[in-house]
């Protein structure tokens, strides 16, 4: 039987690395509340930022549009991940294409 080949998507994710517990937990809760959930806020000093758990943004923004969407890129890098542990599981457990 032949190797199966890598999908496009994920030739960029590799090594592979496992969601944290944390990353896991973001995900269900975006998914549940929708952009209601989505832990964007503004701080004193009047910048955006976004925070949740041990999980943040690695700096602050000048408005909320540029926190959001970056928040937004983190969590389609998150579902991406989840997407790939889905067809590591897939090809290991030899489930039909």
């Known amino acids: 039987m032949s190797a199966t080949p890598i999908p496009e998507r994920f030739v960029l994710m590799m090594p ?3 969601l944290t517990d944390t990353e896991r937990w973001l995900v ?3 998914t549940m509340f929708g952009s209601d959930g989505y ?3 503004k701080m004193k000093s ?3 930022h976004w925070e949740c758990r041990e999980l943040h ?3 602050f923004f000048k408005t909320r549009r540029e926190a959001v969407a970056h928040f937004e890129r983190y ?3 998150l579902h991406d991940w989840l997407a790939w542990e889905s067809y590591q599981r897939c090809i290991t457990e030899h489930c039909p294409a």
Do not use: N
Request: proline share 17%; hydrophobic share 30%; glycine share 12%.
């Open 16 to 18: 592979y690395r496992p």
């Open 28 to 30: 269900g809760h975006v």
């Open 39 to 41: 832990p964007v806020r």
């Open 46 to 48: 009047g910048k955006w």
């Open 57 to 59: 943004a690695p700096q």
């Open 75 to 77: 969590q389609d890098m």
